[in-house]
């Protein structure tokens, strides 16, 4: 569809479709509706985008979504800041970072090996973008958005949603204050002459 339309405004509405319609479609059948969006998003940014859309267009596309973006990470930042209580944030720094380190191993023991899979068909990744793409794993509005989609349950009471919300807010502050300095710093020390990878390995 987006190779068959040349208009800028048109092409920004089937973006707009695609989200909300992999949304839908995961949630309808009892899939993560946000993961699917960060699927069809990769997907789209990095196929689409490039194979079927002009300059222009996807220079617009891309304005759009970065405003969209932005929006969107204020509105999730401001939503879990008010559900949090300050005072229980403060009070629950053993389990923020005691969380922040299982994140961290966590993401270590994918991206590593994972990339490292592809030094057998002959893609060699080096090490200094595998240190990236590690690095590059910054906690923010998506994790924010999944926590908030937690409900009530038979076994998640009010108590245990308030508890990951700490969590979440507090690992997600941690890793843009100090990871996001720690990745620029990286990238700048490793790859000096790549001026905008700091902001290609955030998005």
């Known amino acids: 569809l987006s190779s068959l339309i040349d208009d800028q405004v048109a092409e920004t509405i089937l973006t707009i479709a695609v989200v909300y319609g992999s949304y839908a479609l995961a949630s309808g059948i009892g899939a993560s509706g946000l993961i699917a969006v960060a699927v069809a998003g990769l997907y789209f940014g990095n196929f689409t985008m490039r194979s079927a859309?002009?300059?222009?267009?996807?220079?617009?596309?891309?304005?759009?979504?970065?405003?969209?973006?932005?929006?969107?990470?204020?509105?999730?930042?401001l939503f879990i800041g008010f559900q949090t209580n300050i005072i229980t944030l403060s009070q629950s720094i053993l389990l923020i970072v005691a969380a922040l380190a299982v994140v961290t191993v966590a993401r270590a023991a994918t991206v590593y090996p994972i990339l490292r899979a592809f030094d057998r068909f002959g893609n060699k990744i080096s090490a200094v973008w595998c240190n990236i793409a590690m690095l590059g794993g910054v906690r923010g509005a998506l994790s924010i958005a999944l926590a908030a989609t937690i409900t009530t349950s038979a076994v998640i009471s009010l108590g245990d949603i308030q508890t990951i919300d700490t969590m979440v807010l507090g690992v997600a502050f941690i890793s843009i204050v100090i990871q996001v300095p720690l990745l620029f710093q990286y990238i700048r020390k490793r790859i000096p002459q790549m001026e905008v990878a700091s902001e290609i390995v955030i998005y």
């Open 53 to 77: 859309m002009e300059p222009a267009t996807r220079e617009a596309v891309r304005s759009f979504w970065a405003i969209a973006a932005f929006l969107g990470n204020s509105v999730a930042f």
